[in-house]
């Protein structure tokens, strides 16, 4: 079974920077990170969950909505089976609670995510 295990966000102020990291084990037959779409979604209390920066199995042009392009980056080691989302400029309406995801990525952030990583909090605010 696929786990994914998400490092601590964090409280910071607006304009700092943050990175996230998630660590994938368990994948079947011995396959790695770089086999599989990989995203990162968000989720503010009310509200559904966003994905905000995915990217393929063979990593072409990763997909950013416009409220984090430029300011985001999502990125893989597949050596170390895990994934990155470097986080710049943060913007107090960042705050959510930040998920990692790997599976079948179809287009943008759609696609079959059965595995999803615990949560971790970011919260920006002065």
């Known amino acids: 079974q696929v786990q994914l295990a998400e490092s601590v966000g964090g409280s910071v102020h607006p304009g700092d920077s943050l990175r996230l990291t998630c660590t994938a084990s368990?994948?079947?037959?011995?396959?790695?990170?770089?086999?599989?779409?990989a995203g990162w979604f968000r989720q503010v209390p009310g509200k559904e969950r966003e994905g905000i920066a995915c990217?393929?199995?063979?990593?072409?042009?990763?997909y950013y909505p416009a409220s984090v392009k430029g300011r985001f980056t999502i990125s893989r080691d597949s050596a170390k089976n895990t994934m990155y989302l470097q986080m710049n400029n943060l913007k107090p309406e960042d705050t959510a609670i930040y998920y990692c995801?790997?599976?079948?990525?179809?287009?943008?952030?759609?696609?079959?995510?059965?595995?999803w990583g615990q949560g971790t909090q970011v919260t920006v605010s002065s």
């Open positions: 995801t790997v599976g079948n990525l179809y287009r943008h952030c759609e696609g079959d995510f059965r595995n």
């Open positions: 368990g994948f079947p037959g011995g396959l790695t990170l770089n086999y599989y779409g």
């Open positions: 990217m393929s199995e063979g990593d072409d042009q990763p």
